[in-house]
């Protein structure tokens, strides 16, 4: 029997997946489309992290769907809101009868003669091997494993006796109430876990190596809330979310350009926020400019209040060991801890693990050049969802779900069936993601690569990419558009072929 075909095959069925299967009933509701999701529910992040305090780290405003207002009075949600939302836009639009649950995608395979990928899933539950067939395959698998996150190695971690946690498997049995509790690790996890377990534990130690930036924000937006009263929610959300999108802009440009400017009003703001003759230059001074990471959110400054009232400590050392009882530092100073939490990052994994075949020939994802940071050169008809580094995840999903929408109408205007992205014959190559976190750091080898200049590269600009993406032309030197059976490049690098003008 001949595999189950639809038109656009989409993996995952997270914040990303859940966009683009909307963006195809809103936009090309003449395709077929099937969603495969490796888990057993909706909501991919929003589900799998369950530690205390889980949120956003940056505003619902524009972390929410373009097409589905945000309602909710706080602009820096909590993870179970922002699961329900991603659960209530999917019935909203039909998308969860759509959804095919315990469904690991293995491999994907491009034959050009018939214009298909051939698509094989694993299902965890049954044990079976599943495979479809589709034209157009679009990943929105997020870029992190989801089996297990990043712990370095811990000396003297089988010494300890009391509950060694990471937070992307947060135990469900585990009480922390009147506990000693280590938080290991200065990124946006540690930064929410802190004043969360700080409610009810003994006391809270934030354990870091280095300092991040941490910066305070309203939980709640206050020109959101005043539209709010004489405006509907579908007039007023566009406006907030542009609003915000315009000042995050704003900000990433002048830390870029003024980073000493920046490092100076991060400082002074922390300082405000903390008792005096706290050590602010040990504790929240990086070394690095602002936006070389993320910038951890702190909603109306729960972690310096949490500092302030004595509930939580931060120590900026390094773990030389841990011993029965706690942590032994490179200073030689002890932490006592009954918890200790590794808030040390994630495991980077593009694709959800999954191999790509072109023509029998594997691809190496390494050696690909990103096109307009959605497709990859000599990948015919497939496109993947890697969000902004410089701000919320879904601008850019609902970029490229929409790009991928106008793909489509495009192949069936000219009679074409197959869109090949092709990469750039002269000019240096940098990592897809360009952050300076350690968990890119340790996979940077592994990413896609992005060129000079676009359309090989996008420039982490919401409103420029609007233009680029949503208003652009279809047909550029990046880009080639054939039909089944044509000869097709399989040179990711330096390809041949005329593209299209």
Not at 20 to 44: I, M, Q, S, W
Not at 248 to 266: D, N
Request: charged content about 20%; some cysteine; proline content about 5%.
């Amino acid at each position: 029997m001949a595999p189950e075909h639809v038109d656009v095959l989409i993996v995952g069925a997270g914040l990303s997946g859940v966009g683009a299967a909307c963006h195809l009933r809103r936009n090309r509701p003449d395709k077929t489309y099937a969603v495969l999701e490796a888990r057993d529910a909706t909501g991919g992040t929003w589900d799998l992290f369950r530690y205390p305090g889980i949120r956003s780290d940056s505003d619902m405003f524009t972390l929410g769907y373009s097409f589905k207002p945000w309602t909710n009075p706080l602009a820096i949600a909590d993870g179970d809101s922002i699961r329900d939302y991603v659960r209530e836009t999917a019935r909203e639009y039909g998308v969860d009868e759509h959804i095919r649950f315990h469904h690991r995608v293995l491999a994907a395979e491009w034959d050009s003669a018939t214009a298909r990928w051939t698509v094989r899933a694993h299902r965890d539950d049954t044990g079976e091997d599943v495979t479809l067939t589709c034209a157009f395959l679009f990943t929105c698998s997020g870029y992190y494993r989801y089996d297990t996150g990043y712990t370095p190695d811990l000396p003297g971690a089988r010494s300890y006796t009391g509950r060694l946690v990471h937070p992307q498997h947060w135990p469900a049995d585990l009480d922390h109430t009147g506990k000693r509790v280590v938080v290991i690790g200065s990124g946006a996890t540690a930064v929410t876990l802190v004043p969360a377990l700080a409610e009810r534990a003994a006391h809270v130690t934030m354990l870091q190596r280095s300092p991040t930036y941490v910066v305070a924000l309203p939980s709640r937006d206050a020109l959101a809330d005043a539209l709010r009263r004489f405006l509907s929610p579908k007039v007023a959300y566009p406006v907030v979310r542009w609003k915000n999108v315009l000042f995050g802009t704003a900000t990433f440009q002048l830390s870029r350009r003024a980073p000493r400017l920046v490092k100076r009003f991060l400082r002074r703001a922390a300082r405000g926020r903390l008792p005096a003759g706290y050590d602010v230059d040990r504790h929240f001074s990086p070394r690095y400019d602002p936006w070389d990471q993320r910038l951890c959110v702190a909603p109306d400054g729960d972690l310096f209040t949490a500092l302030g009232q004595g509930r939580a400590s931060m120590v900026t050392d390094r773990v030389e060991t841990l011993t029965a009882t706690g942590l032994r530092l490179a200073s030689g100073a002890e932490l006592t801890a009954d918890v200790v939490v590794t808030a040390t990052g994630l495991n980077l994994l593009v694709l959800g693990g999954m191999t790509i075949t072109v023509d029998g020939e594997r691809v190496d994802l390494a050696q690909t050049v990103a096109y307009k940071g959605m497709m990859l050169s000599g990948v015919p008809n497939f496109a993947l969802t890697i969000g902004y580094t410089n701000a919320s995840w879904t601008l850019k999903a609902d970029l490229v779900a929409t790009y991928v929408c106008r793909l489509l109408a495009h192949l069936d205007a000219i009679g074409q069936q197959v869109v090949t992205p092709l990469a750039p014959t002269s000019g240096d190559l940098e990592p897809l993601i360009d952050l300076k976190s350690g968990y890119v750091l340790r996979s940077v080898d592994a990413l896609p690569k992005q060129g000079a200049a676009a359309p090989w590269r996008l420039h982490q600009n919401y409103a420029r990419d609007v233009l680029l993406m949503r208003h652009g032309r279809l047909t550029d030197s990046g880009v080639r558009f054939s039909r089944a059976g044509e000869a097709a490049t399989t040179d990711r690098r330096d390809p041949a072929g005329t593209p299209a003008g």
